[in-house]
């Protein structure tokens, strides 16, 4: 299996919104609602964002949000923060019922 | 409160092997399934496999040298990774299933070197 497609980064002012892509295949992103959102910063666990492709887990801000058009997934954060400064990746579930990540996308808040 | 607990670090040879650790606690251990990640130095987020109940799946770049186990008996899960190269130092992460990878241990440091 081939890891998701990101954009290795992308960037953002404090205020503004930035959407993140994550690309996969019918037999992972685009068959399944199961795709998930990973916050990562430097020498910490991930932590999860979205889950099945647009619910938020109790805690994360609602500046948060996902969805999905055919094989793509995208996270999109509103409002930006220097907090949301991290590495970011997305997860799908496939067909030979196994996980795949993205490569990570770099945000950097200007 | 949930907690997965990982092992040290370790520091292994090239060929060698390892396992890693993952205690789990504050909920039903068997009612929910575990997921093991790596992340190389610099490097992205790597799924290892998982234990799905009574099945467990291997990513099919580690299916032919990883060991995925669990004892519900003391709520924890093993990795054991075999033939180790360089190419395995990364940090280890265990990870509970169920709204995502929703609850993650802290990591366990491998290095392999000669």
């Known amino acids: 299996q081939s890891a998701l497609t990101q954009p290795a980064s992308v960037s953002g002012s404090p205020g503004q919104s930035i959407t993140i892509s994550c690309t996969g295949t019918?037999?992972?992103?685009?068959?399944?609602?199961?795709v998930s959102w990973y916050q990562q910063h430097p020498g910490k666990a991930p932590k999860v964002m979205i889950y099945?492709?647009?619910n938020r887990p109790s805690g994360v801000s609602d500046r948060f949000s996902g969805s999905k058009s055919g094989n793509t997934a995208s996270l999109t954060i509103s409002g930006l923060q220097a907090e949301d400064e991290a590495d970011y990746y997305c997860?799908?579930?496939?067909?030979?019922?196994?996980?795949?990540f993205g490569g990570g996308t770099k945000l950097t808040v200007l | 409160q949930v907690q997965l607990v990982q092992s040290g670090a370790e520091v292994k040879k090239p060929g060698a092997s390892v396992r890693v650790s993952c205690k789990a606690s504050g909920y039903t251990f068997s009612n929910y399934d575990i997921s093991w990640a790596r992340q190389a130095p610099g490097q992205g987020l790597e799924w290892i496999g998982w234990t799905r109940g009574y099945n467990i799946k291997y990513a099919p770049n580690f299916q032919d040298r990883v060991s995925l186990t669990k004892d519900t008996y003391t709520s924890t899960a093993y990795m054991e990774l075999r033939s180790l190269t360089s190419d395995d130092t990364a940090v280890y992460y265990c990870a509970r299933n169920g709204g995502g990878l929703h609850y993650w241990g802290q990591g366990s440091l491998v290095t392999v070197s000669s």
């Open positions: 997860c799908s579930y496939t067909t030979s019922d196994t996980l795949v």
């Open positions: 019918s037999s992972d992103v685009g068959g399944y609602n199961y």
């Open positions: 099945d492709v647009n």
